[in-house]
């Protein structure tokens, strides 16, 4: 659910790889992110919304992404899933560490964007600096 730019990237992915995808996203245009050689399934359609989810057939997925912009509807789609579809596989992106903390501990498996680039810059800034083309060595 999402076809924002993490969401069109993990479908690529997949669908590369040779898995069957569907994309859900409510903005028709967000589809224009997908590579033009996709070969997986685009719907329009609100991700919390049971109806949608059944009409994809959600309860015949292996997994499932919550990738919105927000973590409001990520956190109620990935719950909806997970606990009415029964999918086994539930991954949900949460931007505010401190409520995905709170959501990973009421045991969803989730990702903090915010905490993720936040530790590979403090990495990067650990490392040694990189040797500028040109520069004396």
């Not at 973590?71 to 999918?87: E, L, T, W, Y």
């Not at 505010?96 to 680039?117: K, M, Q």
């Not at 990067?124 to 500028?132: D, F, H, S």
Request: proline share 7%; charged share 25%.
């Amino acid at each position: 659910m999402g076809c924002g730019r993490v969401g069109a990237e993990l479908a690529a992915l997949l669908d590369r790889e040779g898995q069957e995808v569907t994309i859900l996203d409510i903005d028709p245009d967000a589809f224009g992110q997908l590579p033009p050689d996709f070969k997986g399934r685009s719907v329009v359609g609100n991700g919390i919304d049971q109806d949608v989810l059944q009409r994809i057939g959600l309860a015949e997925a292996d997994a499932f992404v919550a990738a919105s912009p927000g973590d409001n509807r990520n956190v109620m789609a990935s719950q909806i899933a997970k606990h009415i579809f029964g999918v086994p596989r539930v991954v949900c992106r949460i931007f505010d560490p401190i409520r995905e903390e709170l959501y990973h501990g009421l045991g969803l498996e989730t990702i903090s964007p915010t905490r993720e680039v936040a530790r590979l810059l403090k990495e990067a800034l650990e490392r040694e600096p990189a040797e500028m083309p040109g520069g004396e060595g």
